[in-house]
């Protein structure tokens, strides 16, 4: 169920197409088969990869013996260290700039270095799958392996600083003196939470189809952000960025694991070039889990500090992550924090533990899905110290500008979304004291938690054309990841243009058409829909123009302030004309435009407010007294995020985040093996992800807000935002239910079981 409850009214446009909750406009072709995906699509001569991965997780290949391997059947390339191409080293652990962590030369193959576990240590390339597959197992590699380092509490003490956090947030903030303020604090709560490795696991695997025409290379693969992977690829293979094509129209998931070229893309372009014919290659499900990589296992310590009145005097979160000993990432896991309640006290610190790992990756939500899980449960166990309701801690916390960037807020109707949650979850049935509500044989618990995202725009651009027909297509490299962009955008044009759908076509994912930020970030709608809206503008301009001054025109010599366009008629005052008929009329060939918006962060109306979207999580749970089975009943989403585009598509991004959050509660976790360093874990059958019998009852509510320091739209981004909080709500739900407070995810069954009230029969 989603529903929209009546605040402060936005705008509304003229057509009102926008804000209605359309049907996917890709979801016929996807039903029907007829989307293609990367590794469905064909070329004639194609040959097929198979890669092989490294048994060991550091070391250096001492010998490897091809031979066997060359004259299988079929085969037509073995490539190794010692006959790829030549490529660029990879680099030192941080680039100068944040952008050249996406667009730096990932090399495949071209060294005897082994810098993790499944790393490729060998391509073999065949007329067939099966071919190429059963040859790679007659490849011989000895190995001279080296101790590696694979636990993050056993290394703490070996923690550093980096010099920077994903997108470029400060490691540290500091404000006050949080230490004197915590001592003095009569009421406090000082908590170690650790949160595991995790996996994307899309549905789609990474796959690559590869060919070369002459010098220019074409990509099909699944890609989030095709200018980042034109440019990756174009390092990597060292040649320019132009003769380089990405097409990407339908992806089956991302997850951010599809925002840089991994393996596959790389070493598929590598052998058709050295073949001179298509070659593709797919990752399998097991080797996703070394190479397209994964949420980095965290140590968070999170200390608040509050007077009798629950009002907090002081915020510390200090987050220990592992990263990998080549290249570092770092979670901005505790930089929400910097802007969700208010206290005079402050303290966020970012440290990082090099393992013998690959790299972790932007994953859903990066920062705040992991951060909230943690920080929202501490809020919690501070509120019940105090003797509050969680809602109102929250409340009485609840600041007037941002806490630490002394900016005021764009919007923020958190406290709106935490009591709409209240009244419609039915907060007040819920027994504060843990362990009391039952029903037979099962403990029931309510558990409730804040969400914050921050809003993105990204620099885009997008080209609209309008022929002699009336017919518009809308052409951008954004991509769908699933989400429904091509839903919004059509929407967008629609609106902008005053023309029905069925007059719309949006062409996306492909790496010719004007570039955008991609998808990734939540920022996808918002800044191509923006990009998108301006075109639309430039468009209307340019027919208005030429109506104007073409005496073919029913308006030569109107006044085009005075004009609209609806329903598919241009109209001045009292004169109108069909915009298809007028376009044939003036110009046969129809008119084209572009339309472009700046990067959020760099421009100043952006910088002088602080710009999130804001919700509320409600959950409610079952835990069987006897076993200490956990069971979800039913969840429920406030949401205040600007104006809702689709509130169709909109819901089901919610859901799908609620559904992230329930995982990373109580079942998502990759477990490395401390000795050897692989994921033990790497496939569907044993990391465990939520299924259809593990989701209850879900329920959707958007806030009516109108963000205008956002976009032109007053939209928000929401992809993300249904995951920040979702799993604190659920843990906090777990300990009203039995008064077993974990700390550590997943919440599973032995954590809760030997910690549960005796019951008796």
């Not at 070659?279 to 990589?293: C, S």
């Not at 919700?615 to 007294?625: K, L, R, S, T, Y």
Request: with cysteine; charged share 20%; proline share 6%.
């Amino acid at each position: 169920m989603t529903e929209t409850k009546t605040s402060n009214r936005p705008r509304e446009t003229r057509s009102g197409i926008i804000g209605r909750p359309f049907d996917r406009i890709d979801g016929p072709l996807k039903v029907r088969g007829d989307a293609t995906y990367a590794y469905e699509n064909t070329l004639e001569g194609t040959a097929f990869g198979y890669i092989l991965g490294a048994a060991v997780a550091k070391g250096r290949i001492a010998e490897i013996d091809t031979a066997e391997a060359e004259r299988a059947p079929a085969v037509l390339l073995v490539m190794t260290h010692r006959n790829a191409p030549a490529q660029p080293d990879f680099g030192p652990a941080v680039t100068p700039t944040v952008p050249e962590v996406f667009t730096r030369a990932r090399p495949a193959l071209n060294s005897e270095r082994v810098r993790y576990y499944d790393e490729p240590v060998a391509l073999v390339v065949a007329e067939t799958f099966e071919a190429a597959r059963a040859a790679a197992g007659l490849i011989k590699v000895r190995y001279d392996e080296e101790p590696g380092l694979y636990d993050l509490s056993g290394h703490v003490a070996d923690a550093y600083a980096p010099k920077r956090t994903n997108a470029g947030f400060e490691t540290d903030s500091v404000i006050g003196d949080f230490e004197s303020a915590f001592a003095a604090a009569p009421v406090k709560v000082d908590a170690t939470y650790r949160t595991p490795f995790e996996h994307h696991n899309p549905m789609e695997p990474h796959a690559t189809l590869a060919a070369w025409s002459g010098n220019e290379l074409t990509i099909h693969t699944s890609a989030q952000t095709l200018a980042n992977f034109r440019a990756g690829v174009a390092s990597t293979l060292r040649i320019p960025p132009e003769r380089v094509r990405i097409i990407s129209p339908f992806i089956g998931g991302g997850f951010g694991s599809k925002l840089i070229a991994h393996a596959d893309t790389i070493l598929a372009a590598l052998a058709a070039q050295v073949l001179q014919r298509p070659v593709k290659i797919a990752l399998t499900r097991q080797q996703m889990f070394a190479n397209a990589g994964h949420r980095a296992e965290m140590i968070q310590q999170v200390r608040l500090s509050a007077d009798t009145d629950g009002r907090l005097t002081g915020i510390a979160h200090d987050v220990w992550s592992a990263t990998s000993s080549f290249e570092e990432y770092c979670e901005q896991t505790a930089v929400f924090g910097r802007s969700l309640y208010a206290a005079p006290n402050r303290v966020t610190r970012h440290r990082l533990v090099p393992l013998d790992i690959n790299r972790g990756e932007w994953m859903r939500s990066p920062g705040e899905a992991p951060g909230m899980l943690a920080f929202e449960c501490a809020m919690d166990e501070l509120a019940e110290r105090l003797g509050l309701d969680p809602i109102e801690l929250r409340i009485r916390n609840e600041p007037v500008q941002d806490p630490e960037r002394g900016v005021p807020f764009s919007t923020r109707n958190l406290v709106a979304c935490m009591e709409e949650g209240a009244r419609r979850f039915g907060w007040e049935r819920r027994n504060p004291t843990p362990g009391r509500a039952r029903e037979g044989r099962k403990f029931i618990g309510y558990g409730m938690a804040a969400a914050i995202r921050p809003n993105y725009i990204g620099a885009a651009t997008a080209r609209v054309a309008i022929d002699g027909d009336g017919r518009v297509t809308a052409r951008l490299d954004m991509t769908d990841i699933g989400t429904g962009t091509y839903t919004i955008l059509t929407q967008i044009a629609a609106d902008s243009l005053g023309v029905p759908i069925s007059s719309i076509k949006v062409e996306l994912g492909d790496s010719r058409f004007p570039r955008t930020a991609g998808s990734g970030g939540s920022w996808g709608a918002a800044s191509a829909g923006s990009a998108l809206h301006n075109a639309c503008n430039v468009l209307r301009e340019r027919i208005l123009e030429a109506a104007q001054s073409s005496e073919a025109s029913p308006l030569c010599g109107a006044n085009a302030a005075q004009a609209s366009f609806a329903d598919g008629e241009i109209s001045v005052g009292q004169r109108s004309a069909s915009l298809a008929d007028l376009v044939r009329r003036i110009a046969p060939d129809g008119f084209e435009a572009e339309g472009s918006v700046a990067a959020g962060a760099a421009t100043p109306s952006y910088k002088a407010y602080s710009q999130h979207s804001y919700g509320a999580h409600f959950a409610e749970v079952a835990v069987d007294c006897d076993t200490g089975e956990i069971r979800m009943r039913r969840m429920l989403a406030v949401m205040g995020a600007g104006r809702i585009l689709n509130p169709k598509t909109a819901r089901s991004q919610i859901i799908g985040g609620m559904t992230w959050g329930i995982g990373a509660a109580l079942m998502e976790q990759t477990v490395l093996d401390r000795r050897y360093g692989h994921f033990v874990n790497h496939d569907l059958a044993e990391y465990h992800v939520p299924i259809n019998g593990d989701v209850p009852e879900m329920e959707v509510v958007f806030l009516e807000e109108h963000d205008d320091k956002a976009n032109p739209f007053g939209a928000k981004g929401i992809g993300e935002l249904g995951i920040c909080g979702a799993g604190a709500a659920v843990a906090n739900a777990i300990y009203n239910a039995t008064g077993v407070r974990v700390r550590d995810f997943p919440i599973t069954l032995d954590k809760v079981l030997p910690a549960l009230p005796v019951i008796a029969i």
